[in-house]
């Protein structure tokens, strides 16, 4: 395989210092670049880099150009690359650069260490970066430069060096502070509009602040209480809105399903929409008008951008690779997991289900600031909630409860008493009782809350009270009963 132009050694004679080996390793720089030419997909694991960190100026051309292909959602590999670099000077004699792409995918040996590749060339750059900084500052030294100079210098260059691969996260409490400020006006000049996106849910909104950019927000409740109708309420009025305002407000939503298929939500929606229980539409319980006020919604809504993907059995690290992969395709403004549970633990964690979860938190946590977007994480509660008279949901009942906990920005719980009320029904023998209970339901039927168990930017604790409709699996406002 070619071998660059050997630069192995800086020469220092200008200080009377010995020259220096600079560090690299081209064998890892080819092996990295052949991974992925063999698969695009490797790029969504590898930690931080950029065509700065290659040794080789070919070796960082070439990466620029395979990533400007992925980013726009084209394959890369040696055939498409090829036109590129047709005009590009040849290494030698024998192989032009096209020739080479297609040496350097042929000879790729693993596309599982591509990390290990990844960070030992950026290891090496860093390393090249501080030896230019060391012979900057003999010269300096050497100059006469005043010390004190000097050393401001170094610890500016060694800052930049420590950061290399990522930009830097701190700032003034000035900045902070205006930050702050701006959000204020921009939400006093909206009319006291959330600072989030909507939920759809007015008095949510209000109390929550919308949903949030790099927030994680877990929706929990017991099976069959509504967590799902709920987040699918909030997914599809965001995408909705997106398409009536022409991509002003609202988002493209990705919703990971990993416990309904892809089928069964669009059938929910399709139901939220044209108001005909989903139940009825799938078993054809539907007279003329109904099946053609069916088949004319399906029409209306069938270019909404939401994107549900039904593949289950994933680990975070695979969930996370996907997640990027598709933003960088349809740029969604909101990723739903349904739900937290079923995301598959590493395996060095030996089966141990609170370490997974914690994991699992952890990692979501960092992958809704990484991807910029709020990420709607569904969670299960434990039967502790089944056994105590009120059964309204507290942060000691999520199910590997700690981390969920401390991980979250928000965490929303789903309540309905008509779910428990219905399964109280006594026998119709007894009329006195059998009254009453249906007094009792009367009462809480059509109604439900969300209760902000935790809420990091806001009041915790608060019961925001919601319409419900089950014939629909459908939340909205309690005062217009309207989404």
């Known amino acids: 395989m070619y071998m660059p132009d050997q630069r192995d050694l800086v020469n220092t004679e200008s200080t009377g210092s010995p020259a220096v080996s600079t560090p690299h390793n081209i064998e890892a720089e080819q092996a990295l670049l052949g991974a992925m030419l063999l698969n695009n997909e490797v790029w969504d694991r590898l930690p931080p880099i950029d065509a700065v960190h290659f040794y080789d100026p070919l070796h960082g051309q070439i990466f620029t150009a395979i990533i400007e292909r992925i980013k726009s959602g084209k394959p890369a ?8 670099f047709t005009k590009h000077q040849a290494i030698n004699e024998f192989l032009t650069v096209p020739q080479y792409l297609g040496r350097l995918a042929a000879s790729a040996v693993s596309i599982v ?25 003999v010269e300096q030294a050497s100059d006469g430069v005043p010390s004190k100079e000097i050393v401001e210098e170094a610890e500016r260059f060694l ?9 830097s996260t701190w700032q003034t409490f ?26 759809g849910l007015i008095d949510l909104d209000k109390k929550l602040g919308g949903l949030v950019n790099g927030n994680l927000v877990v929706i929990a409740g017991r099976p069959g209480i509504g967590k799902t109708a709920l987040a699918v309420n909030i ?5 909705k809105l997106y398409q009536t305002s022409g991509g002003k407000e609202g988002c493209v939503v990705q919703f990971d399903s990993m416990e309904m298929q892809a089928r069964e939500l669009a059938g929910r929606v399709l139901a939220t929409e044209c108001g005909i229980p989903a ?7 539907v007279d003329d008008r109904e099946i053609e006020m069916v088949n004319r919604t399906a029409l209306d809504i069938e270019a909404t951008p939401l994107n549900i993907d039904d593949a289950g059995g994933l680990t975070l690290g695979r969930l996370a690779s996907r997640a990027r992969r598709i933003k960088r395709k349809t740029g969604f403004g909101l990723l739903v997991i349904d739900y937290l549970q079923l995301i598959m633990g590493s395996s060095g964690n030996s ?22 977007v709020p990420i709607i994480a569904l969670s299960q509660l434990s039967r502790k909630v089944e056994e105590r008279a009120d059964k309204r ?18 965490v929303m719980f789903v309540f309905r008493e008509e779910y428990y009320v219905e399964r109280e029904r006594p026998g119709e023998d007894d009329l006195s009782k059998f009254s009453d209970w249906q007094r009792k339901l009367s009462t809480v039927s059509g109604r439900g809350e969300v209760i902000l168990g935790k809420n990091r930017a806001g009041e915790s604790g608060v019961l925001v009270p919601v319409a419900w409709d089950g014939r629909l699996t459908k939340f909205s406002n309690l005062t217009s009963r309207g989404f």
């Open 77 to 84: 590999d040696p055939v498409t690359l090829g036109p590129a």
């Open 113 to 137: 260490n591509a990390v290990d590749y990844t960070r030992e060339i950026t290891e090496h750059a860093a390393q090249r970066r501080i030896i230019d900084v060391g012979m900057r500052l």
């Open 159 to 167: 800052l930049d060096v420590s950061e290399a691969g990522g930009a």
């Open 174 to 199: 000035k900045s902070a502070v205006s930050s702050v400020i701006e959000e204020a006006n921009d939400a006093y000049r909206q009319g006291g509009r959330p600072r989030g996106m909507s939920t």
């Open 235 to 239: 997914a599809w009025h965001l995408a």
């Open 279 to 285: 139940s009825r539409i799938a078993t054809g319980d």
């Open 351 to 372: 089966g141990n289900r609170v370490q997974d979860v914690t994991e699992i938190t952890v990692g979501l946590k960092a992958l809704a600031k990484e991807l910029n």
């Open 393 to 410: 949901p507290q942060l000691s009942d999520l199910r590997e409860s700690g981390s969920i906990e401390q991980d979250a920005d928000v």
